[in-house]
């Protein structure tokens, strides 16, 4: 048979099941330890060390997010020439600010143009893919081997040339040699 014995006294009450047999439940605790206070001061106080420094470390660790950056710029050239070439055909708007293409597996319409301070692209003249940010100007000639690109950003201006296979030009031997360094 269970006897449960209620004791009562000044912070609360405590339940005893079967006097010492079973441990000890109190039902209401009011106060807190000083063991608790120790250890919820001193992980503050952990805390309150170690942010600051770490802090500083992602701080000046980051790079700049308003800065043009080499990598953006020869991701864009490698997926703009692996489109350009896959192309059929292509032409520059009046202005050349817009490249448009005609992709060879669908015949969708697809164009590379500046937008804001983007470089975007769109198919079939929906869609807002971003290709390149921090850009101020963007130009496109059309060549007779292919396209020029012409990119200027806050500090610089970059050129790049991509040939178009369609456009593709025979060399004789001399001029090979020549450019093989041989």
Known sequence: M???VIVSYGK????????GVYPVT?????GMSLL???VGF???LIIVTIFPPMLLHWTYSSPDMDQFTYEEYSLFLMQLQTEFRKSDDYWVSEKNDKLYMVRSDDEYLVHFEH???????????VGHEVFMQRVTNFRVYER???????LTYPKGTLNWSIHHPST???????????????
């Not at 109190?26 to 009011?30: A, G, M, S, Y």
């Not at 593709?168 to 041989?182: A, F, I, K, P, V």
């Open 168 to 182: 593709s030009t025979e060399y004789s031997s001399s001029d090979r040699q020549g450019r093989l360094g041989g």
């Open 42 to 44: 001193s992980t503050l």
């Open 115 to 125: 937008y804001q301070d983007k470089i975007r692209r769109q198919v079939r003249g």
């Open 12 to 19: 609360g009450e405590m339940v005893v099941t079967n006097p």
């Open 26 to 30: 109190i039902l209401n605790q009011k």
């Open 144 to 150: 007779s081997y292919g396209i020029e690109i012409e």
């Open 2 to 4: 269970i006897r449960l």
């Open 36 to 38: 608790e206070v120790l």
